[in-house]
C-alpha cells in the first residue's frame, strides 16, 4: 500500500507565492508519473501539471509561467511552486501519482487526501 501526504495549503493575497509538498510513503519501487490536479467548488477536477521520472513537464495553459513542478526522486516527494497566485487559483489542490511496488508489477494510481489553496484578499 502507498500513501500521499499533501501540505503547504494556506491562504494567501493574490499576487502571493505558495509551495505544495506531496511525499509518497509505502512499498515503492519506482514512481513514474506525479502530478498535481486541482478542483473549485462546483467544478470537476482538473490536471493542473505532471512530471515523469526523468523530468519532463507539462502544464494547463492557465498555469504555464506561474506554476513550476519539481520532483525528489530520493525523497519520492513531488513540489508545486506557486507564484502570482489568482483567486481562481482557489481550489483543493490533490497529488497523483503512478507507483510500480515491485519490478515487473503493473503500476497502481494514487491519490493524496489534498490541500486547500484560498487566493483572497
Known amino acids: 500500500q502507498v500513501q500521499l501526504v499533501e501540505s503547504g495549503g494556506g491562504l494567501v493575497q493574490p499576487g502571493g507565492s505558495l509551495r505544495l509538498s506531496c511525499a509518497a510513503s509505502?512499498?515503492?519501487?519506482?514512481?513514474?508519473?506525479m502530478g498535481w490536479y486541482r478542483q473549485a467548488p462546483g467544478k470537476e477536477r482538473e490536471l493542473v501539471t505532471t512530471?515523469?521520472?526523468?523530468?519532463?513537464?507539462s502544464y494547463a495553459d492557465s498555469v504555464k509561467g506561474r506554476f513550476t513542478i519539481s520532483r525528489d526522486n530520493a525523497k519520492n516527494t513531488v513540489y508545486l511552486q506557486m507564484n502570482s497566485l489568482k483567486p481562481e487559483d482557489t481550489a483543493v489542490y490533490y497529488c497523483?501519482?503512478?507507483?510500480?511496488?515491485?519490478?515487473?508489477?503493473?503500476?497502481?494510481?494514487?491519490w493524496g487526501q489534498g490541500t486547500q489553496v484560498t487566493v483572497s484578499s
Open positions: 497523483n501519482a503512478n507507483v510500480e511496488s515491485r519490478p515487473g508489477l503493473r503500476s497502481r494510481n494514487y
Open positions: 512530471i515523469t521520472s526523468d523530468g519532463s513537464t
Open positions: 509505502g512499498i515503492i519501487y519506482r514512481i513514474s508519473l
